[in-house]
């Protein structure tokens, strides 16, 4: 297989040979293997192909590495926090205990004793700590927030990681968050805050509870639209 350097990407193809096509053609497949079909040229020729699309199949195998391994992380994933997906970098280390997370400037970095790959369930694990971590500093000055931007208060404030809910509020009026809404935008966040101290005037999601909360959060629509996508 050769081999064309595109910036920090190696391009590896394969050449197939189809003297019955008139152009040459890039295809990717599913083992992310590029394949240059076509009638029968050089390997300097092969390149000179390889090299005019370098741009796009850098952003195929990307994208192709983004959906079959989403389920993994490595260096160069993505991790998504606070609407916005950052960098990652794993770092191998036999020395520590239990995988540790950092976010600073702009990357994340997952130093972990498992090796270079983070199965999902590993990551699951790591990311929750990372967001019960966050929460307090990051929620709790929001929720006040909130609370004397609507006059509306909760009891008590306390998180707790759920698979499906992002929050909710106790008859008590003690208001539950969960920690992973932190994946998701500010504005979104706000909008689960809202939502919940508004339980606390309506428990139920009735037309007075919806009125109530489109006083205080008109954009409601959208962020509920943007909570139902996220839901894993
Ligand atoms: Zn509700």
């Known amino acids: 297989m ?9 391009i590896t193809w394969r050449f197939k040979l189809d003297e019955t096509l008139k152009h040459h053609y890039i295809t ?6 590029v394949l240059l079909q076509g009638a029968d040229i050089n390997e300097n020729h092969q390149r000179l192909l390889i090299s005019k699309k370098a741009f796009w199949i850098k952003k195929q195998l990307k994208r192709h590495a983004n959906q079959v391994k989403a389920n993994v992380i490595k260096t160069g994933s993505r991790i998504l926090y606070s609407g916005r997906y950052y960098y990652c970098d794993v770092i191998y280390d036999q020395s520590v205990v239990q995988p540790t997370i950092t976010f600073n400037h702009s990357k994340f970095t997952i130093t972990s004793n498992i090796g270079l790959t983070i199965d999902e369930a ?8 990372f967001y019960v971590d966050k929460c307090k500093n990051k929620l709790i000055s929001r929720i006040r927030y909130w609370q004397k931007q609507t006059g509306l208060t909760a009891n ?8 499906n809910k992002w929050g909710y509020c106790k008859s008590n009026n003690e208001l539950i968050i969960n920690p992973r809404c932190l994946r998701l935008s500010p504005a979104t966040v706000d909008y689960i805050i809202v939502h919940e101290l508004c339980h606390t005037v309506e428990k139920l999601h009735n037309d007075d509870f919806w009125q109530l909360v489109d006083t205080h ?6 962020q509920e639209d943007i909570l139902k996508e996220n839901f894993d």
């Open 122 to 129: 590993s990551f699951t694990k790591i990311i929750n700590q």
């Open 217 to 222: 959060f008109p954009e409601r629509k959208k």
């Open 156 to 163: 008590a404030i306390s998180f707790k990681l759920s698979k």
């Open 2 to 10: 050769s081999v064309y350097q595109y910036g920090t990407t190696q």
């Open 28 to 33: 990717i497949d599913n083992n992310e293997v």
